[in-house]
């Protein structure tokens, strides 16, 4: 997790939104060594530091959180809603299909989000092809491995710069 301090309003989704929240949900702690024929073999601290990197560059604050516990998250997104953040990137892992109380939270607090998955999740499992959060988002990503992190952060510094 890094923290970059030196944010531009300009830079935010409205006046006193700021900032890009990137959150991981269960087990992608364990990218690196996890299933790389799904997943890849970027470690999660890759991932992190790549986008820490690209925002950084960008002017705007960027942090990153995983847990592999379904209140953590909520409340994590609870706390970016009272931190004022302006966008997340979220990848809610196995949560993607079976959290209806992430969802709410995500409904709850209103902040545009990009859902991002490394796998092809339409080409796997069919319980895979559901998700409580692809209505909310602003967009998803799926089966592009960790570039799909980095595409969603371009995107999202493209629509800051363009408010
Ligand atoms: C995942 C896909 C989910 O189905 C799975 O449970 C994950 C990771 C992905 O990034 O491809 O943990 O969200």
């Known amino acids: 997790m ?3 301090r030196n944010a531009s309003s300009e830079a935010s989704k409205a006046p006193g939104r700021s900032g890009v929240l990137v959150l991981h949900g269960p087990n992608l702690n364990l990218l690196g060594t996890r299933e790389p024929h799904h997943y890849g073999s970027t470690t999660l601290a890759e991932i992190n530091r790549a986008l820490a990197h690209r925002a950084e560059a960008a002017g705007v604050l960027l942090e990153a959180f995983q847990s592999n516990h379904e209140g953590a998250l909520i409340e994590r997104v609870h706390a970016a809603s009272a931190q ?80």
């Open 2 to 4: 890094k923290k970059e």
């Open 84 to 163: 004022g953040i302006g966008y997340l990137i979220i990848n809610p892992a196995a949560y993607t299909h079976t959290s209806i109380a992430l969802r709410d939270a995500l409904a709850g607090t209103g902040i545009p989000f990009v859902e991002v998955h490394l796998s092809n999740v339409h080409a796997r499992e069919p319980f895979r092809h559901q998700s409580y959060f692809s209505d909310l988002a602003i967009g998803v990503i799926s089966g592009l491995g960790s570039d799909g992190y980095l595409l969603a952060l371009e995107y999202i510094l493209r629509r800051m710069a363009s408010e």
